[in-house]
């Protein structure tokens, strides 16, 4: 099941910031093709940022991906438009030609940031596909590590290394850090262990990094906003973990439309950790302190719940909130206040069915499909009052949180995940 994400509460930031800690490893290594270089592409604060070209509220501005080898370029039109402002650069996946060192059946490393929501969702998808393709004999082994803190890069680097150690075939991680684990990739990949960075990004080559494209999941809900609002008030923001590359960049997104906006004042920013419960207290802490009328908020992915409860809780009215990674809870706020004149906006960033689709990859290059990229974007679905009712159950109340999966193949189905690989087949039907 999919659910909020969750972590350990921490300081109000006014906006987040990519995590700076590097680890490197001396030499090369290509299983395929030379590493490219891969910069990490800095956090910016609304001064910073300079608007994206477009009007407030106008269509979601197209920025061009930064595509070195022109590999963007060449892709069919749909692999273009999902790489829509992504934002680091994107390469010839050194993984093109991957033959794993032994197997099938094949073993399974999941190395995670935390046993979160999200991550139990994730890994529920991961366990169901597990299932799925060792009653065909393709995999023997599924193994599972965790991180006992929020952004832990020295243990998960660790538990990388013991999946190493222990001559996994494929690991699948929800990185720490864009940067820190840098180097215990290299170490993977030397060893012919191939990491897929989960909802995130590693600016290592040798990861394959499977994702929501995070300027659109930002620019999407807060293009939304900005028009519900009228293209003026005074809007709060909810941030996610810090360091995390899906919070930095999708903040960074959101900020971008907000800078088209003069008239869209930014009154405060709070740190709700992908958590319901922390965004709820950080929340409650700001409207203590902030007696003005918030005309709208914009959060950073699966803390709408928490929002919508700290402003009834204060006594205030709930303004739009923005969704961004949709949950079942504020969903059903939304539908059950139409009558009441609440609007909505959201996207969906399913857990569960992401955890399906990683597996899905994984199994796609120990069978030798050949992933072509190193980046994988996904465009998150975009849920309105038309759609609605195909993404909350209609018993959900709004008291309870579980993020939304959304319809049958909403997410990464596999026309579309074929146009990432040089020989796509269903994973399900191969033949050793």
Known sequence: MHFQRLFHRTSVLATASLVAATATVAGSLSPAVASPTRAATPALSRASVPAATGTCGGPIPTQAPMDPQGVIAKAPAVVQSAFNGYPVPVHPSPWANFKPSSGPPWTIGWAWNELNAYGTGNHEGIQADFLAYQKLGLVKNYIPSLTDTANGATQQAQQIRTDVEKKVNIIISALTSPTALNGVIEQAAKANIPVI??????????????????????????????????????????????????????????????????????????????????????????????????????????????TIQAFEEAGRTVPPVADTSADWGSLAYWRDHIKDGYKGTANGDPAKAMGEATFDVAMRMLEGQGVKFTDIPIVPPVITTANLDQWVPAGWNDNVSHTAEGPPQSWLPDSYLNNFFNHPQNPLDYKP
Request: with cysteine.
């Open 197 to 306: 960075s989960v909802s995130g990004t590693s600016t290592d080559p040798h990861s394959v990094n499977v994702q929501a494209n995070p300027y659109l999941l930002g620019a999407q809900t807060a293009t939304a906003l900005v028009n519900i609002m009228g293209h003026k008030g005074n809007l709060l923001v909810v941030s996610g973990v810090p360091g995390l590359s899906i919070a930095t960049y999708s903040l960074a997104a959101a900020m971008k439309i907000f800078a088209n906006c003069p008239d869209i004042h930014i009154v405060g920013s709070v740190v709700g950790n992908f958590s319901q419960s922390v965004a709820k207290s950080v929340v409650l802490q700001f409207l203590a302190t902030h007696p003005g009328t918030i005309n709208a908020v914009w959060q950073d992915s699966s803390m709408a719940l928490g």
